[in-house]
């Protein structure tokens, strides 16, 4: 069964600060999705990584994935307020197409 | 405009008693899946399906009964709602491709008293 843990859960930075938030997995996983919510709203696509070293950018945001380690990471540069928000990564386990296990999220605070 | 809309968006109720969610998509996408959102918990899996009359148990199907009779349809029911499950329930959709990626409603927030 496909476990998803996140780190930290809570993340407290300056603007204009970097930081990364880790995302590791119990069991082999084809693919990798993160996705973004904000408070009372619904959830974000913001990056689908299907393979192994795949990295992807937008914005301040940048996302890659290390399948033999199972280690996926969100790296944020220069955060801005408007990145607040709760920030999920989700497995699929092989063979299982959409079927995502989710971590816990990662709430993100980006102050002045 | 296509997408995928869920009803009641809010929604309270007493403990026994039956609540049915409902969840439309317009793409149609062939997987479609509910998940509720508790805090400590992220989103966990309750009933998935691949197809119209095809559905399948996730992480915590207990207490839920799901249907698909048509592709565009997912509702989701709780027969006897007990206070453990209070919870956003969000319902996603698929084409189950490439990516996988899923889409998901704006969620039904449900208070069982």
């Known amino acids: 069964e496909l476990k998803v843990e996140q780190n930290p859960l809570f993340l407290s930075m300056q603007e204009g600060k970097n930081y990364t938030i880790y995302c590791n997995y119990s069991t082999t996983s084809d693919r990798l999705y993160w996705y973004r919510q904000d408070p009372g709203k619904s959830l974000e696509s913001l990056f689908v990584?299907?393979?192994?070293?795949a990295v992807k950018q937008e914005g301040r945001l940048m996302a890659s994935l290390d399948t033999k380690a199972r280690l996926s990471t969100l790296h944020i540069t220069a955060a801005v307020h408007d990145l607040s928000a709760t920030y999920f990564c989700a497995g699929s386990n092989t063979g299982t197409a959409s079927k995502l296990t989710f971590g816990t999220g990662t709430r993100l605070q980006v102050t002045l | 405009d296509a997408g995928i809309t869920q009803s009641p968006r809010y929604k309270i109720t007493e403990t026994g008693r039956q609540v049915t969610l409902m969840c439309h998509q317009t793409w149609s996408h062939s997987y479609m899946f509910w998940y509720r959102q508790d805090l400590g918990h992220g989103l966990r899996l309750i009933y998935y399906s691949a197809a119209a009359d095809i559905t399948d148990k996730g992480e915590v199907p207990d207490g839920y009964v799901v249907s698909r009779s048509k592709t565009e349809n997912f509702p989701l029911t709780l027969e006897s709602a007990t206070r453990s499950q209070t919870s956003v329930y969000f319902c996603a959709s698929s084409d189950g491709r490439v990516t996988g990626e899923l889409f998901f409603g704006e969620g039904s927030r449900l208070t069982v008293l």
């Open positions: 990584l299907l393979s192994n070293g």
